[in-house]
């Protein structure tokens, strides 16, 4: 029986998408994905040099899909296919889609490498979650006849009409930059042999914004993360998603201020000063581009595709807008939506006919930032009342589920970072990150960074030989705090005391005028110890990240949270059980508690492989309701209760059973 039909057409179906449709003997696969929308890749157009098309046919019969697929339904590899898999080599089972046409009915596969809107698969919890590329700038390769003295057009107009008959590109606008290197892109492709050759890339579907000679399959992104103390960035592959490389380096703008606060308040006191911080800041990217290129090992020039994310004073200082009355009520933003800006407007030495997307923000205080954890995060994906945090000098608080989400930002001061701690200390070698307190004993136990032994482990004292114990990091202090309360010695008023303990003459406590310090750690350097001040500034900073959570559920009328994400750098390092035993998150599931990483670097590579998630993002941030801590007249009561260790009134009950089954209990 003849599979085709007497008007001489066939049934294709294409997998996994299942769509199918009746085409003329003799249309290429190609062709025919293309007319039915099938996501099947191509950078040549149908030459037979990207082999991005490539395509497995199944053979056999189909009764569902009423279908015999038989190898003869599918013409043989031609002198072209051979030359390319001579060259290039194709898997067994593999054929180029463009080269090969349907001679009757056909089930065929299309590889997941071989899709446009390909996934990227989550591999950690940390990771970018689970994404379908969406490509916001596509390489399109073109050849077309030479100019000759019966042919006289453009150059512009041969490419263009090109461009439409072989992509259907029509009405693209042209970047002046991209235009400019047309003509020698051109000319310079003649090398590849007699025509004209040229791959120009494409950004939304409609303007030219880079060209190349030849043919090119592949060009870059690169997701940047501009924090007020350094400056992170991921250089991606735009069609894979694939990170090449990825650097982080200090930014300049500290020398106007260490903080936020005191770099907003070099800006009002220094009229006219917004450029310099523009400057210095672009500097960085500037330098943060070429080193990842170099260690990509990539031409600056591929890079075409950036996306930015920061808090509100970095976004717009970045964009060279001067922040200064986000320092003042109403703390108003300039610009909030998410927006592409060229990259030769910034000063970044990569294709000047690339953009720079600039994450949505969201509120004053709540940035692009926080844009990025959430699309990261996606709270707005799920039924469940989630909680995510983005602890650093500021706390950026996001609550809600898939229909309400409310944000706000606390400041919680730079004490989680170790700073304003007595032996406080940036996470580094030779800081102390975990403590744990014998609640009979009252003696301490602890790890460093740098090694995986605790101190009272035999071989300690060689593993930290050369470093040794140089102060407390932040996620260190949370804990000293938190077993120094389960361990009776500071109350729940966040007071050292020393009743009913037995430590005349205890090696750890050390008299200081009326109070005491415990001392975690002494060598013949130093003596490594937390004084009552310390406790005092773990508990501001832990009560404005509390309260600022509890304004957003009460507002939300919730009094239980079903998941936390703890995102940034800090957020990485601590301990979920001891964040919320000082009472820095409200109560739940601790299994239901997690780091989140580098969420809004996370969300800034989502946005630069995605224009979906971009128009997502958009959306999504012009719903979330804001909440303005410094003007809500119930925070100051939230802050007070919120002082004391976990908590003046709210219960822990789950943190309780924990602490229980782990032996952490209370004394
Ligand atoms: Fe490029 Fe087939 S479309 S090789």
Redesign the pocket.
């Known amino acids: 029986m003849s599979n085709t039909d007497i008007t001489g057409t066939a049934k294709v179906v294409f997998m996994p998408s299942g769509r199918r449709g009746d085409f003329p003997l003799g249309t290429t696969v ?1 062709e025919a994905s293309r007319a039915l929308g099938v996501d099947l890749d ?12 490539q395509i497995v046919p199944s053979h056999g019969e189909f009764a569902k899909l009423q279908i015999v697929s038989e190898h003869n339904h599918l013409s043989e590899s031609g002198p072209t296919e051979e030359k ?1 898999k001579r060259i290039k080599g194709l898997k067994d089972g593999r054929r ?4 090969s046409q349907i001679l009757g009915d056909m089930v065929i596969d299309v590889p997941e490498e071989s899709q446009i809107h390909r996934q990227v698969v989550r591999k950690s919890a940390d990771e970018i979650r689970d994404l379908e590329i969406d490509p916001v700038v596509t390489l399109h390769y073109v050849e077309l006849p030479k100019p000759s003295m019966e042919d006289q057009r453009a150059d512009l107009e041969r490419i263009v009409a090109q461009l439409a008959q072989d992509w259907g590109l029509d009405g693209l606008a042209w970047d002046i930059q991209c235009l400019a290197r047309l003509s020698p892109a051109l000319r310079a492709g003649e090398a590849y042999g007699g025509e004209f050759k040229a791959t120009v890339a494409v950004r939304g579907g409609r303007e030219a914004i880079a060209v190349w000679p030849g043919f090119k399959d592949r060009v870059y992104g690169i997701a940047v993360d501009v924090g007020t103390t350094t400056v992170a960035g991921h250089l991606c592959a735009l069609d894979t998603g694939e990170v090449l490389a990825s650097s982080g380096m200090m930014n300049p703008q500290i020398r106007f201020g260490e903080d936020l606060m005191s770099r907003i308040s070099y800006l009002q006191q220094n009229e006219g000063s917004a450029p310099e911080l523009t400057s210095a800041v672009q500097a960085a990217l500037a330098d943060l581009v070429t080193v990842l290129a170099g260690e990509a090992g990539i031409d600056p020039q591929e890079v075409v595709e950036l996306t930015i994310v920061g808090n509100p004073t970095m976004h717009h200082l970045v964009l060279g807008i001067d922040p200064t009355q986000l320092g003042m009520e109403p703390f108003p933003l300039v610009l909030d939506q998410g927006s592409s800006i060229r990259v030769r407007d910034l000063g970044l030495p990569v294709n000047p006919g690339g953009y720079a997307w600039f994450l949505p923000c969201i509120a004053g205080h709540v940035g692009a930032d926080t844009a990025g954890v959430i699309l990261s995060q996606a709270p707005h994906l799920t039924g469940e009342m989630t909680l995510v945090i983005d602890v650093g000098t500021n706390a950026e608080i996001v609550l809600g589920h898939k229909d309400r989400l409310i944000a706000c930002s606390s400041p919680t001061g730079p004490a989680f970072e170790g700073a304003q701690i007595t032996c406080g200390q940036r996470a580094a070698p030779g800081a102390i990150e975990r403590v744990r307190i014998d609640r009979e004993t009252l003696k301490p136990r602890f790890k460093v960074i740098g090694s995986d032994l605790w101190s009272d482990e035999p071989g300690f004292a060689e593993a930290i030989e050369g470093a040794g114990v140089t102060g407390i990091c932040g996620s260190g202090i949370i804990e000293a705090v938190a077993e120094l309360h389960l361990a009776g010695i500071v109350d729940a008023s966040g007071r050292m005391q020393a009743k009913g303990l037995e430590i005349a003459d205890h090696p750890n406590f050390r008299a200081k005028g009326r109070n005491f310090e415990y001392v975690l750690h002494t060598d013949d350097e130093r003596a490594i110890y937390v004084a009552p001040g310390d406790v005092r500034a773990i508990q501001l900073a832990k009560s404005a990240c509390y309260s600022g959570t509890r304004l957003l559920m009460d507002r939300m009328g919730t009094a239980q949270v079903d998941r936390i994400y703890l995102a940034g750098a800090f957020g990485s390092y601590i301990d979920v059980a001891y964040a919320m035993a000082i009472g820095l998150i409200p109560d739940c599931d601790l299994a239901q508690v997690a780091s989140a990483g580098n969420a809004a670097g996370t969300g800034a590579r989502i946005a630069l492989l995605s224009a979906k998630a971009r128009a997502e993002i958009d959306r999504v941030c012009r719903q979330v309701e804001k909440v303005e801590t410094a003007i809500a007249e119930d925070f100051q009561e939230y802050f007070v209760a919120a002082m004391s260790l976990p908590h003046a009134s709210d219960p822990f009950p789950q943190l309780e059973a924990w602490l229980e089954a782990e032996g952490l209990a209370r004394r």
């Not at 191509?42 to 098309?53: E, H, S, W």
């Open positions: 190609l191509t950078v040549c157009g149908g030459r037979a040099v990207c082999g991005r098309c390319y180029l889609g463009c080269q």
